[in-house]
């Protein structure tokens, strides 16, 4: 069963203080996510509970693939949030952004390797214990592999959901940035996972250069990205799409069109 009380959150956008006001006028917001760094439990921004809307706290900097020991003062403060916005679930990726005692500042692919998995799955077991919500896990946009990979994405993803009974942030947008960065077939990627364990999805923009896609959520919805949410939706309907913005915020109504666009994907088809 979904961790999603109450049914669907439908169409969703993420919160940034640069974009408060417009996420308040924007027509058909069902729910925001707000990157949990960004927020202090005790001093939330007004306008964020004010939105009167489901939010679900996006962690960044956990580390769940990495090799050196969890920060539990990282996963406590996502927990905080999470309680202090009655949080559905939270969420992170399946990266490291940590190693040697230096921060990479960026979201570093994991190993598709058995001792990998085994790695992610105890960081993964040990944040759950800690969380008062369930986690959702996110693929990344990856610029790179790392060679002498013993599993797909999709069954490195099925098993590691498999064993920590954690759910899935599906990033379509992400999952466009494999196919061109790696190769990676990305319908085959769909059918190998769990897609019953996608809890809500993400589609941003990005762009192409010299061969090499990069996950900007500064540019606006492209036509690959919305073609494999429909792909998606057509296996299994998840119940809840969002779009990421982060930079060169656009005019109001350039966001409710792209906001229309995945909304007009996501509830028209049916399965």
């Known amino acids: 069963m979904s961790p999603i009380a109450g049914g669907p959150l439908g169409v969703g956008i993420g919160w940034r203080r640069e974009i408060d006001l417009t996420v308040e006028r924007l027509p058909g917001v069902d729910f925001v996510e707000a990157v949990a760094e960004d927020l202090h439990p005790d001093a939330l921004p007004a306008s964020l509970p004010g939105l009167g809307l489901p939010v679900v706290p996006h962690a960044v900097s956990l580390s769940l693939g990495g090799a050196e020991p969890l920060r539990h003062d990282r996963v406590e403060h996502l927990a905080a949030v999470a309680d ?4 559905p679930v939270a969420s992170d990726h399946v990266a490291f952004v940590r190693a ?22 105890d960081n993964v077991r040990a944040t759950q214990a800690t969380l008062g919500v369930p986690l959702a ?4 946009a990856p610029l790179l592999a790392w060679p002498d990979a013993e599993m797909s ?3 490195f993803l099925a098993e590691l959901c498999a064993r920590t009974g954690a759910w899935l942030l599906l990033d379509v947008a992400n999952l466009h940035a494999s196919a061109v960065n790696l190769g990676q077939d990305p319908e085959r990627v ?20 010299d061969g090499v896609y990069h996950d900007t959520h500064a540019h606006a919805l492209t036509q690959p990205v919305l073609d494999l949410l429909e792909a998606l939706c057509a296996r299994h309907r998840p119940p809840a799409v ?11 109504d350039e966001l409710a069109a792209e906001l229309a666009a995945l909304r007009a994907v996501h509830s028209r088809v049916r399965v």
């Open 242 to 252: 969002l779009l990421e913005r982060d930079d060169r915020y656009p005019p109001d």
């Open 84 to 87: 202090a916005l009655g949080a």
């Open 153 to 155: 994405e999709g069954a």
């Open 137 to 140: 896990l996110e693929n990344i």
């Open 100 to 121: 040697g005692g230096l921060e990479s500042g960026h979201l570093l692919p994991v190993p598709r390797t058995r001792e990998a998995l085994g790695v992610l799955v």
């Open 190 to 209: 769909l059918d190998e996972l769990p897609l019953e364990r996608v809890v809500y999805v993400h589609a941003a923009g990005g762009v192409e250069r």
